[in-house]
C-alpha cells in the first residue's frame, strides 16, 4: 500500500507541464536616461505621467524610475499641489 502512494504523488508533482515564466523586461529611469539633473515641479506634462488618475504618486515598481529620481519627483509633485498646479485628489 505504501509504495501505490509514493507512485500516485510522484507523478502528480510533474514540473515540466508548466511553461517557464519570462522574467519582465527591466524598466529604465526616464530621468537617467535624458540625464535630468533636477526635477522641475512647473513641468506639469513630466508630472502627470507619474500621478494616476486619482491624484496617486504612481509607485517606483510600476514607473520605473530609480530611487534618486522618484524621490525628487515625489517632492516636486507635491510642491506643484501645493501651489495649485497640481490637484490633490483627482476627480
Not at 2 to 15: L, P, R, T, W
Not at 52 to 68: D, L, M, N, Q, Y
Given at each position: 500500500?505504501?509504495?501505490?502512494?509514493?507512485?500516485?504523488?510522484?507523478?502528480s508533482?510533474?514540473?515540466?507541464?508548466?511553461?517557464?515564466?519570462?522574467?519582465?523586461k527591466?524598466?529604465?529611469?526616464?530621468?537617467?536616461?535624458?540625464?535630468?539633473?533636477?526635477?522641475?515641479?512647473?513641468?506639469?506634462?513630466?508630472?502627470?505621467?507619474?500621478?494616476?488618475?486619482?491624484?496617486?504618486?504612481?509607485?517606483?515598481?510600476t514607473?520605473?524610475?530609480?530611487?534618486?529620481?522618484?524621490?525628487?519627483?515625489?517632492?516636486a509633485?507635491?510642491?506643484?499641489?501645493i501651489?495649485?498646479?497640481?490637484?490633490?485628489?483627482?476627480?
Amino acid at each position: 500500500m505504501d509504495n501505490k502512494k509514493a507512485n500516485i504523488n510522484a507523478e502528480s508533482d510533474d514540473k515540466g507541464k508548466r511553461p517557464m515564466r519570462r522574467a519582465p523586461k527591466r524598466k529604465v529611469c526616464a530621468f537617467c536616461v535624458e540625464k535630468i539633473e533636477a526635477i522641475d515641479y512647473k513641468d506639469l506634462t513630466k508630472m502627470r505621467r507619474y500621478v494616476t488618475e486619482k491624484g496617486k504618486i504612481v509607485p517606483r515598481r510600476t514607473s520605473g524610475v530609480c530611487a534618486h529620481h522618484q524621490r525628487e519627483l515625489a517632492t516636486a509633485i507635491k510642491r506643484a499641489r501645493i501651489m495649485g498646479l497640481l490637484p490633490f485628489k483627482g476627480e
